[in-house]
Every structure is written in C-alpha cells, then in structure tokens.
T-cell receptor, first 115, second 110 residues
Framework: KAGVTQTPRYLIKTRGQQVTLSCSPI?????VSWYQQTPGQGLQFLFE???????NKGNFPGRFSGRQFSNSRSEMNVSTLELGDSALYLC??????????????FGQGTRLTVV | TQLLEQSPQFLSIQEGENLTVYCNSS?????LQWYRQEPGEGPVLLVT?????EVKKLKRLTFQFGDARKDSSLHITAAQPGDTGLYLC??????????FGSGTKLNVKP
C-alpha cells in the first residue's frame, strides 16, 4: 500500500511569507501528526489530528497551524515565516490516536528553507 | 531542554562491535518507541515498549524499558554498516503527548 506522501519535498520561501505543506496519510489511517526537525532542536512535536479534530498541540507559536480534512489528508500552515523556521517538516500517520502500541509511519518530509 | 536525553550523541564504531544507546528522562512515559532515520528519509519505527522492565529483541537489536518507565536502552550486537543512521527514542506521556529524544548518530565503519 502507498506510504505517507508529503508535498512538496523542497520549498524555498522568503521571510514574512506564508507556506502550506500537505500530507496524505496511508489509506485508512485517521491520525496525522506533524513534527519539525532541526539540527539544533531535534524532532519536535507540532500537533496531532484525529478525525478532523486537533487532539494535541506542541509548544509552537500561533503562526503554526494545521487542519485535517474528512479524507484524513492534512495541511499545516506557517505564516510570517522567520529564518528559524527553516527545517525538515515531517508528517506521520497512524490508525488510531490513543493506542499505545499504534505504529506511526512517517513521510519523507518537506525541507523548508527560509531566506 | 529535552524531555528525553539520549547518549551518546555520536558514535563511530567498527563493523562487528557492540554498542548501547541510552534514552533517559525524569518523567514517566506510558510507552516508548525507538526509531531509525536515514538521511533524506522520515524515521522508521523499530519497536514499541509499554511495560516497565520489558525487553524486546529484534534480530541483533535488544530494547529495554526501565522498571520505572523513565528510561530505555537499545543494544546492537555485532553492528553492521547497514545499521548506520540516526536513532531516536520517543515517549508518549500520560497526557498522550509525544516527545522525541535528541537522537544518537551512529556510524558503523566497514
């Protein structure tokens, strides 16, 4: 079955602009999580969606937002981009949100560079 | 400050050697997972441990969850170049929030 698809793979934006990243989870998966990965901070949790509802949110400013559609596809948006937003943004999908044993499958990520 | 601290940060060893990576926290986790990430790819789940004291083996990899569910270790026996990658531990707390460790970058030289 197809894996998690993130688009685009690479993106270059200018400070102050906004950006929308897309994630298509594995067919049948209803939970989508977003993470930011940087060399300095490692992998940090942004938010988690399940059945179109945000279930959990990490410690990021309000410039970072997301949503999930009825087909489980998810988008995340970053407004007023800053240089420090340059990172690999990873999306992970899983069947359920609250099963401790649930496996999360990650996409290849979107590499965002802010100049 | 990372909720989950991994050590060592970097490890460069020869093929055939054994190694252990540690994941420590002052917080209790309801479950803990280990992932491996290769350059240009997303992390891939290796194992999930949920019971304090649990030990799981996956071929040459042995995973242990501490009795108090605050720490974990990953032991690799007879490392191979294919084991090279970034190893990440991740824990889910009692509020269902997910935290990743700082990562251990392993390089196995042939």
């Amino acid at each position: 079955k197809a894996g998690v698809t993130q688009t685009p793979r690479y993106l270059i934006k200018t400070r102050g602009q906004q950006v929308t990243l897309s994630c298509s989870p594995i067919s049948g998966h209803r939970s989508v999580s977003w993470y930011q990965q940087t060399p300095g901070q490692g992998l940090q949790f942004l938010f988690e969606y399940f059945s179109e509802t945000q279930r959990n949110k990490g410690n990021f400013p309000g410039r970072f937002s997301g949503r999930q559609f009825s087909n489980s596809r998810s988008e995340m948006n970053v407004s007023t981009l800053e240089l420090g937003d340059s990172a690999l943004y990873l999306c992970a999908s899983s069947l359920w949100a609250y099963d401790l044993n649930t496996e999360a499958f990650f996409g290849q990520g979107t590499r965002l560079t802010v100049v | 400050t990372q909720l989950l601290e991994q050590s060592p940060q970097f490890l460069s060893i020869q093929e055939g050697e054994n190694l252990t990576v540690y994941c420590n926290s002052s917080s209790v986790f309801s479950s803990l997972q280990w992932y491996r990430q290769e350059p240009g790819e997303g992390p891939v789940l290796l194992v999930t441990v949920v019971t304090g004291g649990e030990v799981k083996k996956l071929k040459r990899l042995t995973f242990q969850f501490g009795d108090a569910r605050k720490d974990s270790s990953l032991h690799i026996t007879a490392a191979q170049p294919g084991d090279t990658g970034l190893y990440l531990c991740a824990g889910r707390d009692n509020f269902n929030k997910f935290y990743f460790g700082s990562g251990t970058k392993l390089n196995v030289k042939p």
